[in-house]
């Protein structure tokens, strides 16, 4: 069964500070990661995935298979980054199942 | 490309009545995904579907809940004598058949059961 953990429902942090957001997964293939996020009154977008390695709007994700995890990292957090931030998983080659995390709600203050 | 559009974005039934969920993909794409969002919890995955098929439909409650694809139109979602439980927001998400991992949302509708 594959299975994502976000473990923070809501994370605070002032404009300037660093952001982490946590993800843990299980799965016992080679999974595919991805970070999702939900910008208020938008529709879900995909911010990254793990295979493309890219910068997002300053936004990093490094997939350790030691730790099961793919966290989501800034350096310096900015106002417009408050949003809601979804992990998702699949597996790979052909049709997979994406299973996501609960989320997190990052606040961004002032 | 408009997105993926779905109607209507609010439903309001009243419990025992039927509810359909419309789902129209990107243009292009013949993939469409079901979830459902219960307050406070993730995307839980309920179908997957392509053209006149269902491929994965694992996240279905077993009775009640249907979906289509049809060769024309939109993508279908039905919930029939619906229950206050129901009330939920219900995502569809549509893919490029040659990326199927990567899927791209619609706003949701938001289906409130009185």
């Known amino acids: 069964a594959q299975r994502v953990t976000q473990p923070e429902k809501l994370l605070s942090v002032f404009k300037g500070a660093p952001v982490e957001l946590k993800c843990n997964y299980s799965?016992?293939?080679?999974?595919?990661l991805f970070w999702y996020v939900q910008y208020s009154r938008q529709r879900l977008q995909l911010l990254l995935r793990h295979i493309s390695r890219e910068s997002i709007k300053g936004f990093t994700a490094d997939l350790n298979k030691g730790e099961t995890s793919f966290h989501l990292k800034k350096p310096f957090a900015q106002e417009e980054d408050s949003a809601m931030y979804y992990c998702a998983l699949s597996g790979t080659g052909g049709y997979q199942k994406v299973t996501f995390g609960t989320g997190t709600k990052l606040q961004v203050i002032p | 490309n408009a997105g993926v559009m779905q109607n209507p974005r609010h439903l309001v039934r009243r419990r025992g009545q039927e509810a359909r969920l419309r789902c129209s993909p990107m243009?292009?794409?013949?993939?469409v995904y079901w979830y459902r969002q219960l307050p406070e919890e993730g995307l839980k995955f309920m179908v997957y579907l392509q053209k006149e098929n269902i491929i994965d439909e694992s996240g279905m409650p077993k009775e009640r809940f249907s979906a289509e694809f049809p060769k024309e139109g939109p993508s279908i979602l039905r919930i029939q004598q619906v229950v206050r439980g129901d009330s939920a927001a219900y995502f569809c998400?549509?893919?490029?058949?040659?990326?199927?991992?990567?899927?791209?949302f619609g706003p949701g509708t938001r289906l409130t059961v009185l």
């Open positions: 799965y016992s293939g080679s999974p595919e």
């Open positions: 998400a549509s893919s490029p058949s040659d990326s199927v991992n990567e899927q791209f």
């Open positions: 243009k292009g794409h013949s993939h």
